[in-house]
């Protein structure tokens, strides 16, 4: 098998640009992420490119997310339109009654060309002008919503820090949001902001809204014995992608007991391996286990041995 190496900004660029100079798909192909790339603190400093090395094997390859949710999505495509098309019956057709024939018209008697001339300006000046349209607002217009603003919390408890932390930093991000905090029975702060309608802070696959929870969390624990866990979400992501992460469990569990043959994942974070496990831990057919090293370790989802044998 050969294996060739590709940079560019981001992953999938690095894939892309391989995939586009070998003249190969992506089921053609094992991608292995040698070097995620990176965009540096709110993609200014630290920045490097992404490398990813291609191997062209026979077998099917590990699947990525992006491909496989593509893929599931053109399948429920096709079933749903096989189930309009069985559900329309083709309607009969009514025998046209046969119409009666018509008498001949008498010939009208052609009028002067000078008074077809006259008629014709009076013809143009009948017709009605066409309305104005009214001018479409702004995209970003119609997407804005009033901003209510959040309970101030006390200042010197950790949700109050957490607060604090993030309104300043949205503010110089030029993001208008209400940052909302509580804090659970364990302790932990739960940050939620509303206002991002437009997902400036969740980012590429949630990497920005990591990244502020990252510092919020350092922020809160600076100076602290103790440590406090700090949850943030905006606009009810979280649950979205955890709601899109089982389905994806779900169809790669499927593929791997068709195929006999293991499944790997692209890499993620813990958050969202944690995920993908917990979905089909109970799953009768697949197991699931982790492999390789951070930032690269991804989930790999395996036919159960008793599985393998009915399979065999």
């Known amino acids: 098998m050969k294996s060739y190496e590709f940079t560019a900004r981001t992953t999938e660029e690095a894939i892309n640009a391989g995939l586009e100079e070998l003249d190969l798909s992506i089921s053609d192909v094992k991608v292995d992420i ?11 400093f630290g920045s490097r490119p992404a490398k990813v090395r291609l191997t062209v094997i026979e077998e099917e390859p590990a699947m990525n997310v992006a491909h496989a949710m593509f893929e599931g999505m053109l399948d429920e495509e096709k079933q749903a339109s096989k189930a309009e098309k069985a559900v329309k019956a083709p309607k009969a057709e009514k025998p046209a009654a046969p119409k009666a024939p018509k008498a001949p018209k008498a010939p009208k ?3 002067p060309a000078e008074e077809k001339k006259a008629e014709a300006p009076q013809e143009k000046a009948e017709k009605p002008a066409p309305k104005a349209r009214k001018p479409r ?9 009033e901003i209510v603003p959040a309970p ?30 509580a804090t659970d029975e364990e302790g932990n702060v739960r940050v939620n902001m509303e206002g991002d309608t437009l997902g400036i802070l969740i980012g590429r696959r949630g990497e920005t809204l990591d990244a502020l929870q990252y510092l919020t969390s350092l922020q809160v624990n600076k100076g602290q014995s103790d440590y406090t866990r700090v949850t943030l979400d ?3 992501y979280r649950a979205k992608r955890e709601e899109a992460l089982i389905r994806l469990a779900n169809r790669m569990a499927n593929r ?57």
Do not use: C
């Open 34 to 44: 040698v070097e995620e790339g990176s965009k540096g603190l709110f993609g200014l």
């Open 152 to 181: 101030q919390a006390d200042r010197a408890t950790a949700a109050g820090r957490a607060q604090e932390f993030l309104q300043e930093l949205t503010q110089l991000m030029g993001v208008n949001v209400s940052v909302a905090v």
């Open 256 to 312: 791997a007991q068709k195929t006999g043959r293991k499944v790997a994942m692209e890499p993620m974070n813990p958050y969202e391996r944690r995920i993908l496990h917990s979905a089909l831990q109970n799953h009768p057919g697949v197991t699931t286990h982790s492999e390789g090293e951070e930032p690269n370790r991804h989930v790999v989802i395996t036919l159960k041995k008793e599985a393998r044998e009915n399979k065999e």
């Open 137 to 145: 607002e702004p995209k970003a217009a119609q997407e804005q919503k």
């Open 109 to 111: 008697a052609e009028k």
């Open 234 to 236: 905006t606009e009810g």
